[in-house]
């Protein structure tokens, strides 16, 4: 009984290292062998070796994705927040705006508006930086569904909590940075994780306007050695490397936002 137990959670929800590390590794495990069960099952074998060549230019496309999902992560937070709380504005003009814009996005494939925003108001607004366009185009697509988290957020948070602020004396910014603040990160932070990592992967949608980021690099070395399956799971790895990291420190904030803490 004792060694099933490490493959139980306890009644109070809480895992020890063992059981975390035990369970960790079967999990892995059970990829690993089911993976190369298929491979052997079609007779496949992996050299990757013939990337080494490549190095420099895996670096720098590796790089670039990284400066290229930063920089989106930070304007697509400015522009959700922005439209989350343009959406939520008394005056009405700006209001529908914000939601006709939320709509759109959320309701058309990234790949229509990477075509749509660089080929046409790209084009008609001059910008000829495939980079800024880049970042632009993500940071646009992202920054709706980010809105949508903030303002669930907000809606999440009892308006009591408001009233009970300004009967202890609290003015407007101290209730903010004192109450809704704190509740806020925590209740939108595991979302707002799952829309960072997946301004990372939708990166890799702006390789149809050749920027030069991993995705791209890969289908260019993947044209030169017809390494087709080594280059795509290589890429898959460098895309886990970004985001699993970023899955282990939001788990960490979320953590220290928690209200028993």
């Known amino acids: 009984m004792k060694l099933l137990s490490i493959f139980i959670r306890q009644e109070n929800n809480k895992e020890t290292n063992l059981q975390r590390a035990v369970n960790i590794i079967i999990a892995c495990g059970a990829f690993i062998v089911f993976f190369f069960w298929s491979m052997k099952r079609l007779n496949l074998s992996f050299d990757f070796s013939v990337l080494l060549d490549f190095k420099y230019r895996l670096f720098t496309g590796f790089i670039t994705t ?37 709509q759109f996005i959320r309701g058309t494939p ?39 988290i903030i303002r669930g957020g907000l809606d999440s948070i009892d308006a009591t909590q408001l009233e009970a602020a300004k009967a202890v004396g609290l003015d407007s910014k101290q209730t903010m940075r004192l109450v809704i603040f704190p509740q806020l990160i925590a209740r939108i932070l595991p979302a707002l994780a799952g829309q960072f990592a997946s301004i990372i992967k939708d990166s890799s949608l702006l390789s149809i306007i050749s920027v030069i980021e991993l995705t791209q690099t890969i289908r260019e070395i993947s044209a030169t ?35 028993d803490n």
């Open 225 to 259: 050695n017809f390494a087709i399956f080594e280059c795509y799971l290589f890429l898959g790895l460098l895309y886990l490397s970004l985001t699993f990291p970023l899955s282990m420190v939001t788990r960490a904030v979320e953590r220290r936002f928690k209200y």
């Open 110 to 148: 990234m790949i229509m508006q990477v075509y749509l925003f660089f080929y046409i108001i790209g084009t008609a607004w001059g910008i000829s930086s495939r980079f800024i366009a880049g970042v632009l185009i993500l940071s646009i697509f992202e920054g709706a569904y980010i809105s949508e």
């Open 66 to 102: 990284i400066e290229l999902s930063t920089i989106s992560l930070l304007v697509s937070l400015l522009i959700g927040f922005l439209s989350a709380m343009g959406s939520k504005s008394k005056i009405l003009p700006l209001s529908y705006f914000c939601k006709t814009y939320i």
